[in-house]
């Protein structure tokens, strides 16, 4: 089973491509312009594990939390493989991810995973280490980015300050998470989407209008 | 020749199969206007979550009213720009992964430039050249003299206003609701075009437009006669005076530049009397006026496919390179 990974929650895009033998991580720095650069990267990871595109049977989409904008390119262009191929895609949070990479360094019990967001937020998530499932149900919420108050550890994802730990998601454990048995329904391609933190700013704005209105 | 065209520019998503740019195998259109109603206006970022939500529904249903696999698709043109750009990444993203897999060619396609495109597809035959093109809608007013199918010299676009957006403010006023062109021109229906008098701004003024001064002139007609004002004779009036201006335009364009023919398309092309008020200056003065019908002249795919098959020999660049690009200009270089 061979698999291309794309995670564009940030500028940092990181790609993984898989064989059931070895696996290829890779980043690079797209400088807000990932749309226009998507194929090439692709060729580059296709090229550097010797596959065609034709040899490939899975996709991972990294569905963030993160920039909005790079999410849905990677999600459009993956989604879109997926369904014409018959494919799975298989949707990787960096929550999930983390969590299991934090797992496998033997971290157990309570945990609050972190991701910087935009105006001194973070998107925050708690979770019990080890996960029981490959892949859990998140919403993950908009809270302050420092330490959890209940003193459980704090791990900021790709991220650490003064008071919070850093975790990197391991390319060892994708790879993992990757030759998980992903469904293959249509209706569960549908589903593979960026992880959105809800509400959007929008909702949030038409809120304050109407309560401004009331 | 199959070509899938792909458009996401605004609220709607759309795809299309369309035989040798003429004819239409399958044409969807999702609408997001419900979504946006309660936000008072489009939200890029609501849209563009939609537009990824929808695509894949609409790209298999395409398909499947075509009776066509994927691998029947020659090749993908997409919308590139101009738009908002989160929703046309989401269209140009979905065209790039099935270019690249299947080693397809792949047009960016112009949006204002396939709204012209519409209607040759309307009448199943391809483009004849040159002509002045009036390309009316929401967000655009411009005026095109079109020698080729990219080749387009902008001759005026408007300073301020599109006729789309003075008709959506003006709906929001009189308390019409969204979109405003067709409650405008269904209240207009039984008023009287003549009962205000409304300005033609910018007549005699070059080939540029201006419509912020007719809202401010019914703003304060409204403001003016308050319970008496009547709607519908103000929505005829409203639509007098923008097809009196269009036309006269358009009338100026076609003399100064000689071309004998005129297309005219985009969302307000399908206002009924703008398009009758053309085709009647069209017929006194002997020019061969093109529209597409109304289901055509709003935001639709087929018409991308249409112009993408139209300009592929234009593509002078590694199309998986291209952009999207929220202000591309008509007849200008591919977004990179």
Known sequence: MNYIFIDASSTEVVGQVGTAREFFPFQWNTERNLASRLTRLCDEMLERADLRISDISRFGLGTGPGSLTGLRVAAAFLRTLALATGSPLTPVDLFTWSAHTLASSDVTGSVRLTIPALLNQAFVVDLELPLEMPFVSLSPRLDLPGPAADGRPTYGIRSENRDVARVDPSPAILHDLMQTAAPTSYEALLKALPLYVVPSQAEINLEKRRSRAV | MITLGIESSCDDTSVALVEDGIRVMSSLVSSQVEVHQRFGGVVPEVASRKHLEAMLP??????????????????????????????????????????????LPMIPVNHLEAHLAAAFLATHKHPRFPYVGLIVSGGHANLVLAEGPRAFTTLGRTADDAPGELFDKVARLLGLGYPGGPAIQKSGLIGDPKRYKLPRPMLGKGHGFSFSGLKTAVLHLHEQEGDQLSVPDVCASLQAAVADTLVSKASAALSETNAKRLVMAGGVAANKPLREAMAAMCERDGIEFLVPPPALCTDNAAMTAAQGFFSAASVDIDPLLVNARADWPMGTPFPL
């Open chain 2, 58 to 103: 609409l790209l298999q249903q395409a398909l499947g009213i075509a009776g066509v696999e994927f691998d029947a698709i020659d090749q993908i043109a997409v919308t590139a720009g101009p738009g908002l750009l989160g929703p046309l990444l989401v269209g140009l993203s979905t065209a790039k992964a099935l270019a690249w897999r299947y080693r």
